[in-house]
Antibody, heavy 124, light 107 residues
């Protein structure tokens, strides 16, 4: 049974970097049939996909895709030694306040497993 | 990007009755459409993928239909635990996008 456990601070100062981690159990961040996503949700933006990372052994490489709206500020990194992925969002503003989720995208490209969510407030 | 529009924004239905939720895509997504249920304080839960295939463990009273640009989620004989917010999501065209949600409330 796949489980995603998120961790990270709930308050970030404006202009600072938001950093969250998603620990995976019951699956592998290096899975050939999964993609590991970060999605956020706010009243103003609804559910907004931020980016994903995935590994494909056929090409022996990692892939990363980001949403255009945050591409210049976001980094998603897999950590195979800890079987987890991380999210970094730089130069945050109050507009980045949201509940952040990690989610597994299966072979069908739907998000079938979600983390518990982390509420992030941007405040000095 | 493809815009997903859900209607109505809020739907009031009595327990035991049927609920019908709609989702429209700004252009065809074929059958690459998923539905999620979100309860207060929880993460979304996958209900339907491929427009009509129930996810593991989803009760049979949930059914999805449609293709192209028009989709429907039907919940037959509403139970108390079904009152929540429902989102559609297309995964045919990158980036994958969500609708703004339909809140299903008790009448």
């Amino acid at each position: 049974q796949v489980h995603l456990q998120q961790s990270g601070p709930g308050v970030v100062k404006p202009s600072q970097t938001l950093s969250l981690t998603c620990a995976i159990s019951g699956d592998s961040v290096s899975s050939n049939s999964a993609a590991w996503n970060w999605i956020r949700q706010s009243p103003s933006r609804g559910l907004e996909w931020l980016g994903r990372t995935y590994y494909r052994s056929k090409w022996s490489r990692w892939y990363t895709d980001y949403a255009a709206a945050v591409r210049s500020r976001v980094t998603i990194t897999p950590d195979t030694s800890k079987n987890q992925l991380s999210l970094q969002l730089t130069s945050v503003t109050p507009d980045d306040a949201a509940v952040y989720y990690c989610a597994k995208g299966g072979a069908g490209n739907v998000y079938d497993i979600w983390g518990q969510g982390t509420t992030v407030t941007v405040s000095s | 990007e493809i815009v997903m529009t859900q209607s109505p924004a809020t739907l009031s239905v009595s327990p035991g009755q049927r609920a019908t939720l709609s989702c429209r895509a700004s252009r065809s997504v074929y059958s690459d459409l998923a539905w999620y249920q979100q309860k207060l304080g929880q993460a979304p839960r996958l209900l339907i993928e491929g427009a009509s295939t129930r996810a593991t463990g989803v009760p049979a009273r949930f059914s999805g239909s449609g293709s192209g640009t028009e989709f429907t989620l039907t919940i037959g004989s509403l139970q108390s635990e079904d009152f929540a917010v429902y989102y559609c999501q297309q995964y045919n065209n990158w980036p994958y996008t969500f609708g703004q949600g339909t809140k299903l409330e008790i009448k």
